[in-house]
């Protein structure tokens, strides 16, 4: 056989044009592949221009054939010249490219220059090609992506060689289809060898066609018997040849393996080769630490993939780009189905469409083989069209969906997979994207997935030219919450930060910045509350998971619902919701996760999570079952410091069962602490299915209050401290400490004369006085900015010292502060206040813009304590967080001001 490779990997010469305007440029080295910006810091967020050169002697025995030079993918525009002279462009960033160079060698030495075009968005630079109308996915959130990033190679072939190997396998019947497509016509008789070899490596089907002269295509067909599924539980690999032989002499073959994997859905479920099929993924970007785009191994990719596996997931949502094909290569392997996107555009004209359709079909012959794509996204949350507003977008994406599904029938499609306000118009699957933070909009998370479950008239168009079945599997395909990664994990082999720690800043007001994260841990006084920068790590991690806990819980109760696909499975640069960190390091829960993860979750509710003594606790129970068998009957165990255990029935497959409400009398306790009850789902041979737990705050009975008097200047709150069992005080000027809701003249006077208070805003508004005017501390509402944490996580504490010691757990504000959540802030305390004064605070993403929850401060004579903990929206009692919480704020209030300094002044004596 004639076919041959010369790898043109590794090093090559380097120019970076800029604007294209100097051809006098630097000259350096680059490694292909791995994108310029991976390569430089200078150009780690640039484009433009770059030209790349590299010299090969081409071997003489080579040059009675055809020489093709091979490109896996270049971003964006490649000019590809050899020995001076254009051979061809391409445009698309995606896709892999070749030419053929033989014409163009000079005895045998190929003289190798590519230019490389990465566009800005300036039309007089790009004018046929801006930015906006290239696919370009999520470079336009975490920087631009240029150059050669994915393999580079020569091959000698025959001129007539096989170019493209489409296989189409049908589980239920074992057929097999390879379609095969040639460089051109076949230029004589051609006998076609096909051999198709099992997941063991025996070959199961061989089959011999005579193709015909001329040629262009053709399809060859064979049979495997009893074949074996592909599924993630068993990722049975085929091997399928195609040999052409001439005068009994191979000269050219080409392979690709494939799977037998059938994907559909019936009656709003999903299923999996027959079987029902619940679908637990994740979002993935698919960067990479040093190298962004190209990945750094083989080994790394199925290092993540393991990883993603022992999560307990079974998919992962490729994001609306094309991956390097050793991506699928390793979920093929290893078993993670992929739903895989097409690349985005900025917005949609003609030439942009265009692109976007190439693309597509590029990607299907590309990747089609692959049994892990099961599903395609044409768009994604309405990014680069307008159906919101523009009919003839959305006439166009029913168009493509549909010429998608004719093109690839063995796959299910997306329209757009959207955030609100946009819809589908079109689509397999009726998925949708929604974040909100846990515990602070659990009330939004739960009426989100019940809206979802009874199919919200939000899924499909509202205009009239929806095509809905309303029988779509629904799916949440996008959800997540922070939880930051440790710093020192991500350096360098060198122990330098991240080049992308210093990017994000121009996200949501700055939240995203990682750079001085550190710094910023110390400056505002968090060692004071964690007590190690480790320990604030590790305390985010585990609110991450509490986050998804409670959601993924959520969705699971409801039998309506068929999946989700959590975002995501590793950070990106500055987004920190990753299960894993950017160098795929696992966060704290990892070892855990998979309980809540698993086709088989056992799921608990509680509608609060703290208590008194000897109140019943009680949890309504269902066993959520995603797996393609049903489950035989079985028992559940519920453990803790009272015990019981109860039968399971059979619960059949993508069913979700109800056990009612089991019953606790919680005991009497002295001293307030965090209480597990876990639950164990068990077969019938003992073997443990399914585990979960709950955690709840349990509190001494409430010791009467101290001897204080107390008034508000709000009659119903005058009320309320009566019902706390407070003594009522006659007036302002006869209280130990007042109480109230509105920051007034009176209560500044009260205060600066000596008076000690307790200020509980409802409202936005300044805390001028008890602040300095130049300060302008104020209370301002959350909704509506970065404070409500719903995508870029907040992180709020408690620090457990002094009155606040009652309050068990922290010093993360969790799941048992869930009826006094703060809806407002307290903005511009400076660092002096965070010292000791801020006891309970919030801060954004990677500790940025901190405000507080609970400030004292002395002013005048007086005393006050701030807080905008909700702590009287229930009957007084009710919740033992919220009196804790209450009797806490009350004794700081009422503390006496330091009377002896700590350090004694020095004496000053006359001269």
């Not at 061809?88 to 033989?102: A, K």
């Not at 992506?145 to 007539?160: A, C, F, K, T």
Request: net charge negative; aromatic share 10%; proline share 6%.
């Amino acid at each position: 056989m004639n076919k041959a490779r010369i790898s043109l990997d590794g090093m090559w010469e380097f120019q970076y044009l800029g604007g294209g305007a100097s051809a006098r440029a630097e000259r350096r080295s680059i490694v292909v592949p791995s994108p310029w910006q991976a390569q430089f810091p200078d150009l780690s967020m640039r484009g433009g221009v770059g030209v790349y050169r590299r010299s090969v002697d081409v071997p003489a025995d080579w040059l009675s054939q055809r020489i093709f030079v091979h490109f896996g993918a270049v971003f964006h525009i490649a000019h590809v010249f050899v020995n001076g002279a254009l051979v061809g462009s391409h445009v698309g960033g995606f896709l892999p490219f070749y030419f053929d160079i033989t014409d163009r060698l000079v005895e045998g030495r190929a003289e190798i220059e590519v230019r490389v075009e990465s566009p800005t968005d300036d039309p007089a630079e790009f004018p046929h090609t801006p930015f906006a109308e290239m696919p370009f996915g999520k470079q336009s959130w975490y920087g631009p992506l240029s150059g050669i990033w994915q393999s580079v190679y020569l091959e000698r072939n025959i001129p007539d060689r096989l170019t493209c190997l489409r296989v189409r396998a049908d589980l239920d019947s074992g057929d097999i289809a390879a379609l095969l497509q040639y460089e051109r016509a076949l230029c004589a008789r051609t006998e076609a060898l096909l051999e198709v070899f099992g997941p063991q490596g025996e070959c199961v089907a061989s089959t011999k066609t005579e193709l015909a002269c001329g040629a262009e295509h053709t399809t060859l067909r064979a049979q495997a018997p009893n074949p074996q599924a592909w599924s993630p539980d068993a990722p049975n690999l085929y091997r399928l040849r195609v040999q052409l032989m001439r005068d009994g002499m191979k000269i050219d073959e080409k392979e690709t393996t494939f799977g037998f994997r059938k994907i559909e859905t019936r009656d709003g479920k999903l299923y999996l080769n027959d079987k029902p099929f619940y679908l637990r993924a994740a979002l993935d970007q698919d960067y990479y630490p040093d190298t962004i785009c190209t990945p750094p191994s083989l080994a790394f990719i199925e290092d993540r993939f393991r990883k993603a596996k022992a999560l307990g997931l079974n998919a992962l949502r490729c994001h609306i780009k094309a991956p390097d094909p050793r991506y699928y290569e390793a979920a093929d392997r290893l078993g993670l189905l992929v739903w895989a996107e097409l690349p985005n555009g900025g917005y949609s004209t003609e030439r942009s469409r265009e692109r976007k359709e190439t693309t597509l079909k590029g990607i299907i012959d590309r990747d089609g083989n692959h049994p892990s794509i099961f599903c395609w996204t044409l768009i994604n949350e309405n990014w680069g069209v307008d159906l919101v507003h523009d009919a003839k977008h959305r006439a166009w994406l029913r168009r493509l969906y549909l010429w998608l599904k004719a093109y690839d029938p063995t796959r299910l499609v997306v329209d757009n997979s959207p955030l609100a306000p946009s819809f589908h118009v079109q689509s397999d699957l009726a998925d949708y994207h929604f974040y909100a933070a846990i515990p602070d909009s659990r009330h939004d998370w739960d009426r989100f997935v019940d809206a979802l479950a009874d199919r919200g008239d939000w899924l499909f168009s509202p205009e009239g030219d929806a095509v809905t079945t309303g029988k779509e599997p629904l799916l949440c395909s996008e959800f997540g919450n922070w939880g930051l990664p440790d710093p020192e994990k991500l350096n360098d082999a060198l122990g330098r930060e991240p080049w992308w720690f210093e990017t994000g800043h121009d996200w949501g007001e700055g939240v995203m910045y990682p750079h001085g994260v550190l710094n910023r841990f110390h400056d505002w006084s968090l060692d004071r509350v964690f007590g190690s920068f480790e320990g604030f790590i590790e305390a985010t991690q585990w609110q991450q998971f509490r986050a998804l806990k409670y959601e993924i819980e959520a969705m699971r109760r409801r039998a309506e619902i068929s999946g989700y696909v959590i975002t995501e499975l590793t950070d990106c640069h500055w987004e920190s919701n990753g299960l894993l960190d950017m160098r795929s390091n696992t966060r704290a829960f990892h070892d855990v996760f998979h309980t809540i993860n698993a086709d088989t979750v056992i799921v608990p509710r509680i509608e609060r999570a703290a208590f008194w003594s000897g109140e019943t606790l009680q949890v309504p129970v269902r066993i959520a079952h995603g797996g393609s068998d049903a489950l035989d009957p079985g028992t559940l165990e519920i453990l803790s410091d009272w015990s019981q255990t109860m039968p399971t029935p059979r619960i059949e497959a993508g069913t979700v069962a109800d056990m009612g409400v089991i019953s606790f009398e919680l005991p009497q306790v002295d001293k307030s602490s965090m209480r597990r009850v876990s639950f164990h789902l068990r077969a019938a041979n003992g073997e443990i299915i399914a585990s979960n737990d709950i955690e709840v705050a349990l509190h001494p009975a409430r010791a009467t209050p101290p001897a204080l008097s107390l008034w508000s200047p709000e009659p119903d709150v005058r009320v309320r401290l009566q019902a706390f069992g407070y003594r009522l005080a006659t007036g302002m000027n006869d209280a130990d400490v007042v109480v109230a809701l509105r920051n007034t003249s009176d209560l500044a006077d009260h205060v600066r004369t000596g008076g000690r208070a307790v200020l509980l805003p409802e409202d936005e508004g300044t805390l001028t006085p008890f602040f300095p005017h130049w300060q302008n501390v104020k209370v301002v509402a959350r909704d509506g900015t970065l404070w409500r944490g719903d995508w870029a996580s907040s992180f709020a504490w408690l620090r457990r010292r002094g009155p606040f010691r009652g309050l068990p757990g922290g010093p993360m504000i969790d799941q048992t502060f869930d009826r006094v959540i703060p809806t407002h802030v307290i903005s511009g305390c400076n660092l002096l206040d965070f010292h000791a004064r801020v006891h309970a605070a919030l801060a954004v993403g990677w500790i940025h813009k901190p405000v507080g929850l609970a400030v004292e401060r002395f002013y005048g004579e007086g005393h006050i304590v701030i807080s905008t903990f909700r702590l009287l929206r229930d009957p007084a009692g009710v919740d033992p967080t919220a009196t804790v919480l209450f009797d806490a704020l009350v004794a700081m209030a009422a503390k006496q001001t330091e009377t002896t300094p700590a350090v004694e002044p020095t004496k000053l004596e006359s001269a």
